[in-house]
Nanobody, 115 residues
Framework: QVHLVESGGGLVQPGGSLRLSCSAS????????MNWYRQAPGQERELVAL???????NYTDSVKGRFTISRDNAWNRVYLQMSSLKPEDTGVYYC?????????WGKGTLVTVSS
């Protein structure tokens, strides 16, 4: 069984920063692409950033230059460093991996950007 546990969300003012963490178990972490998604209130879930097993990173346009995804294969963790946060970054952030023919999701961590 694959388990993904996100942490690090919270309330932050516009312009602030947060670092999200996702801890993974039940997979050979180092060989998988890891993804961060988010879902804003009333909107569909969207892919925010991904990092491949080789360390290649991709971001959705709205977060380029502000968010940084990274991974620590020794600790089976993937991170999302978020800076210059905007109210439109508000949402539940989910860690995601495709493994064993199945898409696995964590329960998410809520990020609220508000003054």
């Amino acid at each position: 069984q694959v388990h993904l546990v996100e942490s690090g969300g919270g309330l932050v003012q516009p312009g602030g920063s947060l670092r999200l963490s996702c801890s993974a178990s039940g997979i050979n972490f180092g060989i998988h692409t890891m993804n961060w998604y988010r879902q804003a209130p009333g909107q569909e879930r969207e892919l925010v950033a991904l990092i491949t097993s080789a360390g290649t990173k991709n971001y959705t346009d709205s977060v380029k230059g502000r968010f940084t995804i990274s991974r620590d294969n020794a600790w089976n963790r993937v991170y999302l460093q978020m800076s210059s946060l905007k109210p439109e970054d508000t949402g539940v952030y989910y860690c995601n991996v495709n493994s064993r023919g199945h898409v696995w999701w964590g329960k998410g961590t809520l990020v609220t950007v508000s003054s």
